[in-house]
């Protein structure tokens, strides 16, 4: 049975870093897309970040370029967030799917969802 995990959230002040990690178990990532989405107050869900087989690391968010980036370490996907910003508060969520030649891994309609971690950005 697959599962996500997401760890690392919490309260920073801007300005400041946070790493999060989604831990995998249950598929073996060399053959995956893995991505993070953010989910704000009133706003959809946007896809942050992902990387995969075929694809990645990518970055989806014009307003976190520079600051954000994905990486992997086995069966761990990591997203670092750098000199954050009051609006990068949210729920952060990683997501898995296989990968699809071919196909940008942020277009993935992804299934398997872990339950999210929430970052705050507060002075």
């Known amino acids: 049975q697959r599962q996500l995990v997401e760890s690392g959230g919490g309260v920073v002040q801007p300005g400041g870093s946070l790493r999060l990690s989604c831990v995998v178990t249950?598929?073996?990532?060399?053959?995956?897309?893995v991505a993070w989405f953010r989910q704000v107050p009133g706003k959809d869900r946007e896809g942050i970040a992902c990387?995969?087989?075929?694809?990645?690391p990518r970055i989806g968010v014009d307003s976190v370029k520079g600051r954000f980036a994905i990486s992997r370490e086995k069966n761990i996907v990591y997203l670092q967030l750098n000199n954050l910003k009051i609006e990068d508060t949210g729920v952060y969520y990683c997501?898995?799917?296989?990968?699809?030649?071919?196909?940008?891994?942020?277009?993935?309609?992804?299934?398997?969802w872990g339950k999210g971690t929430r970052v705050t950005v507060s002075s």
């Open positions: 997501a898995l799917d296989l990968p699809r030649l071919g196909e940008s891994c942020l277009a993935h309609a992804y299934e398997e």
């Open positions: 990387i995969g087989t075929f694809d990645g």
């Open positions: 249950g598929h073996d990532l060399d053959y995956s897309s």
